[in-house]
């Protein structure tokens, strides 16, 4: 086991493709943890062992690939670049004590670096770079490095950096001891303008190391060099601090350059008991605590078919395979069965987990990601992950009819893994309704769906709540009846119908004088014609905003019913409606969308053809605009991928119902078409 003080925990970030899974791979195969280096393009990387990911040639889920080097081990979670997975990034910060942002030497910064920035940024965890593929033709690591400083600031310095031939790397220097070596590993001199850089660079980090204490800053300004103790100190709280994002670089499928990260990680990483506390779930936060009593937090959940692993960090005491402990949500005790270390797909089993370390225990069936386990009133439940509102809304149905179940017992287990989507049964317009982040994470969904519980689906627009009103006030003669031996049926009303604003349900009011319709069928009108509202005249869709009134008509002392006044006061509707001018409403949503500054006319022009209404802009700070705006419902089905081609992906935003306003003429006439299409299909 190792202590608190042994273990470093890191998280990689940064755009799809860049890297981060050849980085993890190359730190597990240079300290002995594989023998072969994994490669994407094989299928058989340690981090990427999903199906899903295999077949896709991307990471889905975030991984734990332990490192051991030199009596530390360092545990990297290796984090999906693409948007649609941001769920697994959310859960691996939690635990996490800083964070690696992987780029290429190639490419630069790209929007994944900057949401990656953010996520650390907002989590105020400590940054760290890698910039890595430094052997691609057309790399530079200078150029990167000037753009991560013109973008992040000056706290951005690198502790080494590559040796260039033209326009290739030969070596690399490090910035502390300022040797160099070649791509082999030998010893290398240092040539000029490797030398001149170096004093440049040494000068940043000079500058950043005096800026975390008095003390260093006075010896800094008297001229004086920092003995090695004070640079590794000073290092670290800067680091700790964000005053220092350092930059790293090499190139993970050589190996070059990732041995000198796993030690530079080792020497300046946060251990646990270091790193920033853990928001407690009511007020306060608590540090990791080797000597507290034992306590655990969920932060992912996988499935395989020998059952449900729970993937957790310990923040207290040590965890062992023998203990009882208290789910802090539900209050049930939990006895810990086999405990194992994970790395990728792989569970070693152990019989304790120490303080700081994470692990997966299995068969807690009743635990779901998030959640606290500790000792019964000793332990505070852990706040849990907070995940973006999924956006991206479709109707799922069965591909064949009679699996909804098989799907929808699907959808539960894979949202035990995945918290990040929702999906619901749709009272109004009869749907189960996915909602996720895009149309990738959506895909990928329906695959595990086929695949893992053998449930074929298919994704179709949802239907939008439309609804139906009246703008002329009508008075009707509603008339029911039959006879057909021995009693009949007879029911006669007078009706007025007209619109209003007090509710969308519709009120009901009677005016009758002198007994012409007996106040025992008041409820039974009342009863038809809220039936009868449920569909309206147009386009089936539910009449709202109406006021109904009964003011006069007849009965027959035998053959009068609830029955048959239920059905006059249908009658009534049926033709009173039409005359009323019905019109059609639709759901208008607020709108909350944040984008780049160089991308507002696109996102406005884009919202007008959308029929939206921008109500205001607000700066939100680093180049971007909140655009608020009303828009319809109906118009927003494919915004999230709209949104992302017009932002390459920057661009993110919320929804929020208001309010029903009646739909233009133009438009009415294609959504009446629709709504009878649909109903000939059911």
């Known amino acids: 086991m190792y202590t608190v003080q042994q273990i470093r925990n890191i998280c990689l970030l940064g755009h799809g493709g860049d890297g981060k899974s050849a980085l993890g791979e190359s730190m597990l195969y240079m300290t002995k943890g594989t023998d072969r280096l994994g490669k994407r393009a094989d299928g058989n990387t340690v981090s990427d062992f999903d199906a899903e990911e295999i077949k896709r040639g991307y990471s889905i889920s975030a991984a734990v690939l332990p490192v051991e080097h030199k009596g530390t081990k360092i545990n990297v979670l290796d984090t999906p670049g693409y948007f649609a997975f941001a769920g697994e990034v959310v859960q691996a910060l939690r635990v996490v004590d800083a964070g690696l942002i992987v780029l290429t030497a190639k490419n630069g910064v790209a929007v994944g670096t900057e949401k990656s920035w953010d996520y650390l940024e907002n989590a105020g965890l400590p940054a760290m770079f890698y910039v890595s593929k430094l052997d691609e033709e057309h790399a530079s690591f200078f150029k990167v490095y000037d753009s991560l400083r013109a973008t992040f600031g000056s706290a951005v310095v690198a502790l080494n950096f590559p040796v260039m031939q033209g326009d290739k790397a030969v070596g690399l220097v490090d910035l502390l001891s300022q040797t160099a070596h070649d791509m082999a590993g030998k010893p290398m001199a240092l040539p000029a303008e490797a030398a001149s850089q170096c004093e440049t660079l040494r000068h940043q980090l000079d500058e950043a190391v005096a800026e975390t204490s008095d003390e260093l800053m006075e010896k800094y300004f008297e001229g004086e060099p920092f003995t090695d103790e004070e640079l590794l100190g000073g290092i670290r709280t800067a680091i700790l601090q964000r005053a220092l994002c350092p930059v790293f670089c090499g190139c993970a499928m050589t190996g070059v350059g990732t041995m000198e990260l796993i030690e530079n990680l080792v020497k300046y990483a946060p251990n646990p008991a270091e790193g920033i506390p853990m928001a407690l779930a009511e007020e306060g936060e608590v540090k990791v605590t080797p000597d507290g009593a034992p306590g655990l937090f969920v932060f992912k959940t996988m499935s395989d078919k020998y059952g449900k692993n729970s993937f957790f960090k310990v923040f207290s005491g040590t965890v062992s395979s023998d203990l009882s402990l208290v789910n802090t949500r539900t209050g049930d005790s939990e006895k810990i069965g086999r405990l194992f270390l994970p790395k990728g797909k792989k569970y070693t089993e152990t019989t304790s987990i120490s303080c700081g370390d994470i692990g997966v225990v299995s068969k807690l069936s009743s635990v779901r990601t998030g959640d606290t386990l500790g000792q019964a009133g000793k332990i505070a439940a852990i706040a849990p ?198 019109t059609l409403l639709e759901p208008i949503d607020t709108l909350k969308v944040t984008v780049p500054d160089a991308n507002m006319g696109d996102v406005i022009g884009d919202l007008n053809k959308r029929r939206g209404r921008v109500m205001g802009m607000n700066p939100a700070g680093k180049g971007y605009q909140v655009v608020e705006a009303e828009v319809p419902e109906g118009e927003m089905s494919t915004y999230v991928i709209d949104l992302r081609a017009m932002t390459q992906g920057r661009g993110f935003f919320s929804l929020e119902f208001a309010r029903y306003e009646e739909v233009p003429a133009m438009n009415q006439g294609k959504i009446i078409e629709a709504a009878k299409k649909l109903e000939e299909k059911d």
């Open 385 to 582: 992950m907070q995940y973006a509102t999924p956006v991206y809304k479709m109707a799922i149905y069965a591909k064949t009819k009679g699996q909804e179940d098989k799907i929808a017992n699907g959808l539960a287990k894979l949202n035990e893994e995945d918290c990040s989507f929702t999906y619901y049964n749709d009272a109004e317009t009869k749907e189960m309704v996915l909602a996720g982040v895009g149309d990738i994470h959506l895909d990928v969904l329906l695959s595990k769906l086929k695949n893992l519980y053998n449930a074929e689906a298919e994704l179709r627009p949802i239907r939008i709540a439309y609804r139906e009103t009246i703008k002329k006030r009508v008075e009707v003669h509603g008339r029911h009846k039959k006879q057909s031996g021995g009693h009949g049926q007879f029911g006669d009303v007078w009706i007025r119908f007209e619109p209003q604003q007090e509710s969308e349900e519709m009120v009901f009011a009677e005016e009758v004088v002198g007994g012409a319709v007996p106040k025992n069928f008041f409820p039974s009108v009342e009863k038809g014609l809220r039936d009868a509202v449920q569909k309206g005249v147009l386009a089936g869709y539910p009449l709202v905003f109406l006021k109904a009134t009964l003011y006069d008509g007849s009965y027959h002392p035998v053959d009068s019913s609830d029955m048959a006044f239920q059905t006059a006061a249908k009658v009534a509707y049926k033709e009173g409606i039409p005359t009323a001018m019905p």
